[in-house]
């Protein structure tokens, strides 16, 4: 690969139109990426980030506008047709095969042969070298679903620079990485940047966004708002430009939470599980959330999973409203006024092709049993009343939710789970993958139920947001609850050194607590 | 060590603790009489069983290959007896049928969007009925080359005869092993299996494997047919009937992963050798019914899919702590 000179454009794009119906996704759209930059293209879903992306990398066609690449006109007629013109893109989920080796996954398509048989030593090296570029130094002969996404996404970063060179688009690279493995992606972005590629970066993360980008093109509703340089920008400005108006979660008074507290509602004392959660004890009251910080794979929904029964207990007690219950499965929760929304909600929360209405009815059609069906009237009365309350934007309750935004997705699942009225719902991640509107939307849902009297569990990544709805704040590190913050120290700052083990101010957990 | 090896040397152990017990009860059993039977006996079964691993390799399911087998051995009697064909232009005109009809089982699949369980089965009753028509009957095949065929032999040490549709499965085996794992085709059988959407997204040309994974199962299914013919001296348009669920055995106890991606060719043959061999057993025992051999095929089968269970899902997960991860950074 040559070198490319810096600075230049390498590619444009001018006056994009493209339209879906009656929809207009994206309205005279301008778009310029220079060699050896990273530019962030922001934007809330529906604001047509990934209708422009999807142009950009061939598998749209526009319906008006020019794009030049290197300041020749081109048109693609579909991705591979775009990668073999020097644009490679990187999916969120990464689109490598699992079950083949790490040198296949590189060379896949392109094998060199000789007589028509492939000569895999060759690969084999070759896939070794061009890894060693970007700093790993890993078997290549192994299957990729051995090595975790962090690799793997950097795996698919190479097979897309080696197959492209010119234009790097990163979609939502970090979703599913840790604060050190986002880390290595950066600084592998970072050298490509060096080489002079023009890398697109996607992300939901806005600080990921100052960290890394040079520049960041900004679209709401369809029209380009601004395209800017990032230094000398503060996150306020961009969240502005992205709605238009000021968002800040609203923080609540600190330390008012134990004092207007009601009951407890839900209290489990000793639970744990061999390999998965040390044993911890919690009670969570009326009107109280209480927020779950900690890294990934800290144990955060393996405590989850256990509060709702999908994975088994080995032992502690479980009271709910002064009654002992027994939780050894989720039906079981669910009959105790348990709701839980899990992270994945793609995978374990929604029915995709189901309609609105029946994902919001069915846990409570689950929990009356198979012979009380909820009549077709209900189920609509049921379904607007949740919709409204919880503002589902979906043209209608009959469309399949796997059509809405991962926004409304979630309000439907949390919708699912308020119909049952519970005593005590779960939230894991809820706001992950969903954008900057919708992200304030539930956070507010989040503090409306906690003044309603419900009392909620809410695990999330983001610390800002933790604070911002959370009463008390418990803390796990390699799978054990480690502190638990009330008062004053339901705080960024506290939260950090709570998981990184130096807070002196901290509660820590009394061991006697635990049986 | 690479996951998916670990179905395959099961298999390679049971098989020869299985014939070592064997042996044991029987010494009889270890002469390459035995052997060359058993080459022979399973050949039509190998042969469509290597066209089974590609389906089942990359994600789907051939129902037709026993219906392929049947209609191939009353075509080939009809165009040699009634219509005078020299047997060599038979199985040329059966062959080039075979694939006409599966590369287009592989097109409905593809392009109609319809599962390869539907299309294929579809296909069995098809090639079924179609032999059904051209003649109800079994039909003989009395022919000079089929009698030169039956007594070409090369002779073992021992006095085990390795025969001519042997010697055309153990061909086959090496074709489609070279085939699975040596070429940009092999790559891309995997690669669908793996996942279709980021197969498609990394530039496989997923319209032709397709068609030609088909294609390859049903001429293969139809080799096993001109093998049948030659075993049996007949057509018969209900001849190798369930064999697509022997062949479906075979691979599966061969160690590849019914839900695609994961598996070897090689272990295909085992999995043949291994059904073969309890037939044997059945044979040298004499006192128990053969279906004996189908009761014991479906405890291996069963054994084998649970065995796959617990290696798939042991596997590293994603969101292993990242302890657990085997992550190997420089810098």
Known sequence: MQPLEPGRAVLEAQGIVKTFGQHKALDAVDFDLRAGEVHALLGENGAGKSTLIKILTGAYQPDGGVLRLEGAPVTFRGPLQAQDRGIGTVYQEVNLLPNRSVAENLFLGRQPTRFGLIRRKEIEAQAAQVLAAYGLDIDVRAELSDYSVAVQQIVAIARAVELSGKVLVLDEPTASLDRNEVERLFDVVRGLKARGLGIIFITHFLDQVFELADRVTILRNGRKIATQDLAGLSTTDVVRMMLGKDVAFDHHPSGLGESVRGAPRVTFTGLGRKGGVAPFSLSMHEGEVVGVAGLLGSGRTEMARLMFGIDTADGGTVVVDGAPATIRNPAQAVAAGFGFCPEDRKIDGIFGDLSVRENIIIALQAKLGWFKALNRDEQIELAGRYAEALDIRAADHDMPVKLLSGGNQQKVILGRWLAIDPTFLILDEPTRGIDVGAHAEIVRTINRLREEGMALFVISSELDEVVAYSNRVVVMRDREMVAELTGENVAPDAIVQAIAGTLPAATPIAKETQP | ?331
């Not at chain 2, 026993?66 to 209609?71: D, E, S, T, Y």
């Not at chain 2, 049928?97 to 296909?123: D, E, K, Q």
């Not at chain 2, 069995?124 to 065929?149: E, N, Q």
Request: charged share 10%; hydrophobic share 55%.
């Open chain 2, 1 to 331: 060590m690479n996951r998916s090896l670990r179905p395959l040397l099961a298999t390679t152990a049971i098989f020869l603790l299985a014939y070592l017990l064997a042996v044991l009860q029987f010494p009889g059993m270890v002469s390459t009489r035995v052997l060359g039977n058993f080459l022979t006996d399973n050949a039509f079964l190998g042969i469509a069983a290597v066209g089974m691993t590609f389906v089942i390799l990359s994600g789907g399911i051939d129902l037709s290959v026993g219906a392929v087998i049947g209609f191939t051995t009353v075509l080939i009697a009809v165009l040699v007896m009634w219509l005078g064909l020299h047997p060599l232009a038979a199985f040329a005109v059966a062959l080039i049928v075979a694939a006409g009809f599966g590369a287009a089982m592989g097109a409905a699949i593809h392009y109609l969007r319809v599962p390869s369980f539907i299309v294929t089965l579809a296909g069995m009753f098809l090639a079924r009925g179609a032999a059904s028509v051209l003649s109800p009957d079994s039909i003989g095949i009395k022919h000079d080359f089929y009698t030169a065929v039956s007594r070409s032999y090369i002779l073992l040490p021992g006095g085990g005869r390795l025969t001519v549709i042997g010697l055309v499965m153990l061909a086959v085996f090496l074709f489609g092993i070279v085939l699975a794992h040596r070429t940009r085709f092999g790559s891309a059988v995997y690669a669908l299996g793996g996942s279709e959407t980021s197969a498609a997204l990394m530039g496989v040309p997923v319209a032709r494997t397709t068609i030609l994974i088909y294609t390859l199962s049903s001429t293969l299914a139809g080799l096993a047919g001109v093998v049948f013919s030659l075993y049996t001296s007949a057509g018969y348009s209900l001849s190798a009937l369930g064999v697509e669920l022997d062949a479906i055995a075979a691979v599966v106890i061969g160690g590849t992963l019914l839900t695609g991606g994961y598996g070897f060719v090689a272990g295909t043959f085992i999995g043949v050798m291994l059904q073969g061999l309890v037939q044997t057993y059945i044979v040298f025992d004499g006192t128990l019914s053969s279906w004996w051999t189908k009761i014991v095929i479906g405890a291996l089968l069963f054994m084998f899919i649970l065995l796959q269970r617990l290696i798939f899902t042991a596997a590293p997960r994603r969101k292993a702590a990242p302890g657990q991860r085997k992550t190997l950074w420089t810098a």
